[in-house]
């Protein structure tokens, strides 16, 4: 279980890591 909830806080970071930089660099944020 612990195994999972770490996967899916890895995830989560690279998700929104990509989304930043995607938004940093359109000039969203």
């Given at each position: 279980?612990?195994?999972v909830t770490w996967h899916?806080?890895?995830f989560l970071?690279?998700?929104f890591g990509?989304?930043?930089f995607k938004g940093?660099?359109?000039g969203y944020f």
């Open positions: 279980l612990w195994l899916l806080g890895l970071c690279l998700t990509q989304i930043g940093r660099s359109e």
